[in-house]
């Protein structure tokens, strides 16, 4: 007897919740990097590494093993990712060294790899089950929403515990170990959606898989994806230190503020844009994160800098970050069958999370030789030639489909 649809919108909440938890996990160190750096005295360039080694992480997870719930089911393997965060966790709690920083962040990226494409795929699954004949739209929003949601949730939990509490580099590890605890025991009650194939496919890393005629389409929401987290990437990674070294604001909390900002703003534009067309996601996202970066070097630049320019111009890129985004994951689910689903949000995740990593480490290098201010006007000169460059693509190649449609209408 099939399962009733309430027990899968209960489902579809589950999975949200441990989705967001796992993304918020996954940013709490960075208002905390300051703190490590003062008691140890590392450099920004060792804030990189440790970022990068989480981009490692993420990275080496949507090659192996992203695309692996469309052959085993979203359960077995997201259970198992969940708990993948709570081993960092602990990592956290007792190797406070840098060699145990750059484990603890490797251990983070595997779960969150996993995490984002299956429970992208599940959460769209149980929404069409327990919504019978309901457009895929919602679920779509919430899942990109608690992607960006829980990215920018992390911080400010983090930098508020860290301002206001005892012992900031033990408290929000708890926290967040007990939440991901929770996380565990409500996935495990939620119902499957996608059974384990039988017999199973030989084993093989992350590849595209989408219609053949849907990959220029692909490539595109790829593309996208890279451009937007690299606007995200470089606050993630190093607001802090511009914070510190440039806006002479030392509040953890303001650190924690900064970089929720500018993840929240991508929520509310996605929100504001749910029933966009891709087009439209594209174009105003793409506006945003340019006057959004703009503005963020004007903040540095000005002869007394200003922190709340640069939180507003950390709010604009980061929503149109978000609608581009959304846009991206939207395009990839459109285009593809459940039984590749998994796989093809894989992708898009690992071009995005790329974009993620490179900026920040390559800022990261350029701080070593150049002034913050100066790395930061570079990053933002290369981003939006950048973002210039996919829009122009992207743009191209939505013509050439809408042109190729009327063809056909009027042959």
């Known amino acids: 007897m099939p399962l009733s649809p309430l027990r899968h919108r209960l489902g579809f909440w589950s999975v949200a919740f441990a989705f967001l938890t796992v993304m918020a996990f996954s940013t709490v160190p960075s208002p905390l990097y300051g703190i490590y750096q003062q008691r140890d005295g590392f450099?920004?360039?060792?804030?990189?590494?440790?970022?990068?080694?989480?981009?490692?992480?993420?990275?080496?997870?949507?090659?192996?093993?992203?695309?692996?719930?469309?052959w085993h089911g979203r359960r077995r393997v997201l259970l198992p990712a969940v708990a993948i965060s709570i081993v960092s966790t602990i990592v956290f709690l007792l190797w406070r060294d840098v060699p145990g920083l750059v484990l603890a962040r490797i251990v983070n990226g595997l779960s969150v790899g996993?995490?984002?494409?299956t429970a992208t795929a599940w959460l769209t699954e149980l929404h069409l089950v327990g919504r019978p004949g309901a457009s895929p739209m919602r679920a779509q929003l919430i899942a990109t929403g608690v992607n960006l949601g829980g990215l920018g949730l992390g911080p400010l939990?983090?930098?508020?515990?860290?301002?206001?509490?005892?012992?900031?580099?033990?408290?929000?590890?708890?926290?967040?170990?007990?939440?991901?605890?929770?996380?565990?025991?409500v996935v495990a009650l939620t119902p499957e959606t996608r059974e384990r194939l039988d017999p199973l496919p030989a084993y093989r890393v992350q590849r595209v898989s989408v219609p053949e005629a849907a990959r220029g389409q692909f490539f595109n929401a790829a593309w996208g994806a890279f451009v937007a987290f690299g606007a995200l990437g470089l606050f993630t990674g190093l607001s802090a230190t511009f914070l510190v070294g440039t806006l002479h604001?030392?509040?953890?909390?303001?650190?924690?503020?900064?970089?929720?900002?500018?993840?929240?703003?991508?929520?509310?534009a996605q929100v504001s844009l749910a029933t966009a067309t891709p087009r439209r996601l594209l174009t105003a996202g793409s506006v945003l994160m340019v006057a959004g970066l703009a503005l963020t070097a004007l903040a540095v630049w000005l002869p007394s800098p200003s922190y709340a320019l640069f939180l507003a111009g950390g709010a604009l890129t980061g929503g149109g970050a978000g609608a581009v985004f959304k846009g991206s994951v939207g395009t990839v689910i459109a285009i593809t069958e459940p039984h590749q689903r998994a796989e093809a949000l894989a992708g898009v995740f690992l071009a995005g999370y790329v974009g993620l990593s490179v900026p920040v480490v390559g800022a990261g290098v350029a701080l070593q030789f150049a002034s913050p201010r100066d790395t930061l006007l570079g990053f933002a000169i290369i981003e939006v030639i950048a973002i210039a460059a996919i829009v122009r693509r992207m743009l191209s190649s939505d013509d050439r489909d809408a042109a190729t449609r009327q063809e056909l209408v009027t042959a």
Do not use: K, N, R
Request: charged share 0%; no cysteine.
């Open 43 to 70: 450099s920004s360039f060792t804030i990189t590494l440790i970022y990068g080694a989480y981009a490692i992480g993420v990275v080496a997870a949507l090659l192996l093993a992203g695309h692996v719930s469309d």
């Open 157 to 185: 939990v983090s930098g508020a515990l860290a301002q206001w509490a005892g012992s900031p580099l033990t408290v929000p590890y708890l926290v967040f170990l007990v939440a991901l605890v929770v996380a565990v025991a």
């Open 114 to 117: 996993v995490v984002a494409a």
């Open 249 to 268: 604001e030392t509040s953890h909390l303001l650190a924690g503020v900064t970089v929720f900002a500018l993840f929240a703003a991508g929520v509310v």
